[in-house]
């Protein structure tokens, strides 16, 4: 009877010492997988870093063949001429005409547009709307370029009887399409945000919906507005497909809407092709691409600090 | 009616027309495609071979060259992002740590897609030295779509009522097991349809390709993933901008391939995500 007790207890101290084991083991694959999980958790750090690290180390190679001075400052962008010259002006004149335009025509349709989808449709138009606002942020942009070659370069041409229908004005109208989503989105999320008390009050001091809207919700939704806005800009200037398909490219400083006009996205993606590695017209696609890449990188903060400050004021 | 009213139904109708100029010309693109290329479309169109320097015969080897790098850039997306989430949701503490990791994902939604083509042919393409191929162009596209399922699967995993993992752990469960068996189960498809979208966008890019994948004229299916290929929105680009000559018709027939491949995507996450809903509110 005694030996069979024993029996027990040493059996029982034989498997609390196997689940022991296995605890270890299973506590030891859990470590492990945590620390894989964090690995994971910071590769958007470590990709965002390696972008701006390998922009930097192979466009600043530029500056041993070419002055910071002409690349920033001098007017003309001639890469492949006999006396190659690689002045970034006229590109980013190009990119921010191109996106001035787009803006100009976006911010009032998306915000009306956002207006519209938070306050005035009703629940089954806005969900219509809604799917048919993110089927636009959808459609590639190499379809829009194509649709742009085709159908608005004739309309526009023919509207102000140019000789060409390749201007900047074809490219702001498309690339308007574009931010149009990111514009509508954020802004139709920051004023859907507001609290109920806002609408509530204000009608019951007896303002009508419009003066509710223009009123107490516009202004309160300010700073979400203000980062649409700031998103679609870093949107439009970042487009690439369709403003190189549809802006006519030439490398010169555009004077007005309907001439030609070229981006620095489109210099980088039409030129990349004709290049040698480490030429120095390579090397200068890579200095367009790390001013792109700043440009973009200051647009997002700028709008994350808007928006985190709305954050705050709205608790 | 009052000044007030009157005013109220002026602004009120500017409103619905700044959304009508949204919704036409939307409707309009994609009427006008759909108008124009259908006539294009047949068995042979998307199975035969581009013949006589693309000007006649199919697009297979654009359509082929496509789903390759769109299935090689999920494959590697999905992991890294559905764990960048579970890292964010489960573990992460509020703190410096996780404010870089969301500054980096903010930022890296913003880069512009032709970064992204640079970035691809500096470290994939050459340091790296795979060379321009399928495999270069999926690593740079899943670089780019990242930011699209981290934000997906991290709502996903949010919206997972925080008594299940309670319920999960008083059971003895570990951390592990909770997220494996509880977790990820309820949020899948929300992370589903995150992919989806991350898919349906890898789709359409043509700038990152470019650099990386492009091949201008090829008419055979690639071998391997080390192969150059054909992709459905660089041949649009291709035959509506450098082929002299090119038949109007291909054209669209291309752009409506390209337009439907994108829209299957997005349908199948907008019907996930809709179904989805109407089953959490029930």
């Given at each position: 009877m005694a030996n069979a007790q024993e029996m027990l207890v040493t059996q029982d101290k034989f498997t609390h010492r196997k689940n022991l084991k296995k605890d270890i083991k299973h506590s030891l694959g859990e470590y492990i997988i945590e620390k894989i999980i964090f690995c994971l958790g910071i590769t958007s750090v470590i990709i965002f870093s390696l972008i701006f690290l390998f922009l930097l180390r192979t466009g600043l190679t530029l500056f041993r063949d070419v002055s910071l001075k002409e690349f920033l400052f001098s007017k003309n962008w001639f890469p492949i001429s006999v006396n190659p010259q690689y002045g970034i002006l006229p590109l980013v004149a190009g990119s921010l005409l191109i996106t001035a335009g787009a803006i100009l025509i976006s911010v009032p349709i998306g915000v009306g547009c956002a207006i519209y989808i938070s306050e005035v449709a009703p629940p089954k138009t806005k969900m219509v709307l809604k799917v048919i606002i993110e089927f636009l942020s959808a459609i590639p942009s190499v379809v829009l370029g194509f649709l742009g070659i085709v159908v608005l370069a004739n309309w526009v041409r023919i509207s102000f009887s140019l000789?060409?229908?390749?201007?900047a004005l074809t490219g702001s109208i498309l690339v308007s399409l574009m931010a149009l989503p990111t514009i509508i989105t954020i802004s139709d999320d920051a004023i859907n945000a507001l609290p109920k008390e806002y609408r509530e009050a204000s009608l019951a001091l007896g303002a009508t919906k419009w003066e509710t809207i223009i009123n107490v919700l516009v202004p309160a939704a300010s700073s979400g507005i203000i980062a649409a806005i700031m998103l679609g800009i870093g949107r439009a200037i970042g487009e690439t497909m369709t403003v190189m398909m549809v802006?006519?490219?030439?490398?010169k400083i555009p004077d007005t809407f309907l001439t030609s006009a070229r981006t620095m996205t489109a210099t980088i993606a039409a030129e990349m092709g004709d290049t040698v590695r480490n030429g120095t017209h390579y090397h200068a696609l890579f200095a367009v691409g790390i001013v792109l890449l700043m440009m973009t990188t200051c647009i997002n903060l700028i709008a994350d600090f808007v928006l985190n400050r709305a954050r705050k004021e709205g608790r | 009616m009052t000044k007030k009213q009157i005013q109220e139904k002026i602004a009120f109708t500017v409103l619905t027309m700044t959304m009508f100029m949204v919704v036409i010309p939307t409707l309009l693109i994609i009427g006008y495609i759909i108008y124009k290329g259908i006539g294009t479309i047949s068995w042979e169109f998307i199975t035969a071979m581009p013949r006589k320097g693309m000007r006649e015969g199919g697009i297979l080897p654009a359509i082929v060259g496509t789903i390759y790098l769109v299935m090689g850039t999920i494959i590697l997306a999905l992991p890294l992002g559905v764990g960048s989430a579970i890292y964010l949701t489960e573990y992460a503490k509020q703190g410096k740590v996780t404010r870089l990791i969301r500054l980096a994902i903010m930022n890296l939604a913003g880069v512009p897609s032709v970064v992204y083509g640079l970035f691809g042919l500096g470290l994939f393409v050459y340091f790296l030295n795979i060379g321009t191929s399928i495999l270069a162009g999926a690593l740079t596209l899943a670089c780019l779509i990242l930011p699209v399922v981290i934000t997906a699967s991290e709502e996903a995993l949010k919206s997972v009522p925080q008594s299940y993992r309670e319920a999960s752990l008083a059971l003895g469960a570990t951390k592990l097991q909770t997220i494996q068996k509880v977790v990820l189960p309820f949020a899948m498809p929300g992370i589903l349809t995150g992919a989806i979208l991350g898919i349906g966008r890898a789709a359409g890019e043509t700038a990152p390709i470019l650099l990386t994948v492009a091949a201008f004229f090829l008419p055979r299916l690639p071998k391997s993933i080390f192969d150059q290929a054909m992709a459905l929105p660089y041949h649009l680009y291709i035959i509506s901008t450098q082929v002299p000559n090119m038949p109007q018709g291909i054209q669209y027939g291309t752009a409506l391939t390209l337009l439907g491949l994108v829209s299957i995507f997005f349908m199948l996450a907008t019907v996930i995500r809709i179904k989805f809903k109407m089953a959490n509110r029930a």
């Open positions: 000789s060409s229908g390749f201007t802006t006519g490219n030439a490398a | -």
